[in-house]
């Protein structure tokens, strides 16, 4: 109810698992385990999903295609990838805590790093303060 009243959060209540992926919402508030979870399903079903597209574009007859298309796919595996972002913010009121996957390279814990300086420089855990305080109003 606190944030379905705030004018400073466009609260819109639970969603389901199709809007994870796509811009229905920008945060989804979930418990640990569950955010885990979903994030460990969704990079195995993309990695799946990979792996079959390179398979079926490996064969001959689609050569010609697969050389056109493959620089779409480069830049999207790029945007995609976990070394370019580095981790991801653990938000509270207390600090700035970046969560990195157990497998990161030297690149994208530096990517984590440079996150957490990020935050900190912008002043992440003042501005979630400050938010919560003013929903809660």
Do not use: C
């Not at 885990?36 to 799946?48: D, F, H, I, W, Y």
């Not at 530096?110 to 992440?124: F, H, K, P, Q, R």
Request: glycine fraction near 10%; charged fraction near 20%; proline fraction near 2%.
């Amino acid at each position: 109810r606190i944030l379905a009243a705030s004018d400073a959060i466009d609260f819109i209540g639970n969603v389901e698992g199709r809007d994870i992926a796509t811009a229905t919402v920008d945060v989804i508030v979930t418990d640990g385990f569950t955010g885990n979870v979903l994030l460990k399903t969704s990079e195995g079903a993309g990695r799946v999903i990979q792996q079959m597209i390179l398979e079926v574009l490996a064969k001959p007859e689609y050569q010609e295609l697969t050389a056109q298309l493959m620089p779409a796919f480069m830049e999207i595996r790029q945007r995609l990838s976990p070394e370019s972002v580095g981790g991801a913010h653990l938000v509270g009121t207390k600090g700035v805590v970046v969560i990195a996957h157990g497998s990161s390279s030297r690149i994208a814990v530096a990517n984590a790093i440079a996150m957490a300086v990020e935050g900190v420089s912008s002043d992440l855990v003042g501005k979630v303060s400050d938010g919560i305080e003013r929903s809660a109003r």
